[in-house]
């Protein structure tokens, strides 16, 4: 693969689902921040990771990287608002334009090396690489009024995730695009999809969950005393 691999995890949320401040929570007695970043720091194929934290945050983040003996951590940079500000943010930090840039949420912390490197390898040819799940549950688009307006089809649909891999330009410029034009997203790649870009899909994992609610913890949990459970990939 050209360039190296530079990971941009953003962890600057507010927690207001959760309760508190997840990025920190500790989940079998590390926080859940340092499952990530150690996750991360263990696939080869990544150069460095810059976490993106509140200024508030920041410190505790470099404390806790020492503390697990977390490389490849080298900075930190500011969060903001939204998470498409964070992102943005960690990007001005890469610096090398030949880079390929994996962006990975701070708080999915069961991700391993086989999924870093299936992502990565799926960028060969495109313009984005992302893994993604069928989702298990009938989905219902609604209309403005919260009733139902359509069922999509489920097997045309998949529940994406992280990590997301992109050429450095290409993020970029599909990030100052949106900015030009005021457009959000939470999702790094529906931006280099509104810019034209090709992404593609590759299989994900049931086991790479989100820390979104405190029942999450408790399936994480579960995730990592069972070692084998939720290794099932699918797309």
């Known amino acids: 693969m050209a360039g190296r691999v530079v990971a941009v995890v953003p962890a600057a949320g507010a927690g207001v689902r959760f309760g508190a401040n997840k990025t920190f ?3 079998l007695g590390k926080p859940v921040l340092a499952w990530t970043l150690g996750a991360l720091a263990a696939s080869g194929e990544v150069s460095e990771i810059i976490p ?12 806790l990287v020492e503390e697990h003996g977390i490389p490849k951590v080298r900075r930190v940079a500011p969060g903001g608002a939204e998470r498409q500000d964070s992102v943005l943010s960690g990007l001005k930090l890469v610096g090398d334009e ?3 840039v994996l962006v ?3 708080v999915r912390p069961l991700l391993d090396a086989v999924l870093v490197s299936n992502v990565l390898k799926g960028l060969e ?3 984005g690489s992302v893994c993604a799940v069928a989702p298990k549950d009938t989905i219902k688009e609604l209309a403005q009024d919260g009733t139902a307006r359509s069922t999509p089809p489920r097997e045309l649909l998949v529940a994406v995730q992280t ?4 050429g450095f330009r290409t993020l970029m410029e599909a990030y100052r695009k949106a900015a030009a034009e005021g ?3 939470t999702d790094d790649s529906a931006l280099v999809e509104r810019a034209g870009g090709r992404i593609n899909v590759v299989e994900g994992t049931y086991r790479n969950i989100k820390i979104t609610t405190p029942e999450d913890m408790l399936v994480a949990e579960l995730f990592l005393n069972n070692p084998a459970a939720g290794c099932d990939t699918c797309c």
């Open 98 to 100: 030949d880079s390929v």
């Open 163 to 166: 990590p997301q891999a992109f």
């Open 25 to 27: 929570v500790r989940l």
């Open 52 to 63: 993106v934290l509140r200024e508030e945050d920041m410190e505790a983040c470099l404390s």
């Open 183 to 185: 457009y959000r997203s």
């Open 125 to 127: 040819g495109f313009d």
């Open 104 to 106: 990975h949420d701070g």
